[in-house]
Structure formats: structure tokens, C-alpha cells
């Protein structure tokens, strides 16, 4: 009986010692990351910003693209306005 109850003690005592262990080192874990890594309201900003911006940076890439190949093709065929 007395057995029983120092073993559930020290295994109790182990435990707590086991997570107050472990919890401080994730704490300074966690600090060296933080001062690495940016505020989350930044990087919310940054991946709104370029969820916008990626669309309207391919369409712009599209209009030139036809534009380019709109006055190659004139450029080739020639201007039909111009006088002979």
C-alpha cells in the first residue's frame, strides 16, 4: 500500500517536472522565432496584396502579349490605310 502511493508520487512528481521542463523551452523557442519572423497582421497585408495583385499583374501581361503580336501582325501585312 505504502509502495503503491510512493510510486504514484513519484511518478506524479516526474510529470510535473517533465511539462515545467518542456514548456520553458518551448517559451524560448518561440521567442527566437518571433523576433525572425514577421507580425502576422504584415503577412495577412503581403498575401491579400498579392492575391489581388497576381490577377491584374496576368491580364496587363495579356494586353501587352496582344498588342505586341496586333502590330507584328500589322507591321507584316502592312497598313491597309497607307497610299500606294
Known sequence: MIVG??????VSVLSIALLAFCS???????Q???KDSKPATQQATESIRDFGKKPIDKARAAQTLGDDRTKAIDEAVGDPNRIK
Open 32 to 34: 527566437k522565432e518571433g
Open 24 to 30: 520553458c523551452s518551448k517559451a524560448k523557442d518561440a
Open 5 to 10: 502511493g510512493i510510486r504514484t508520487l513519484a
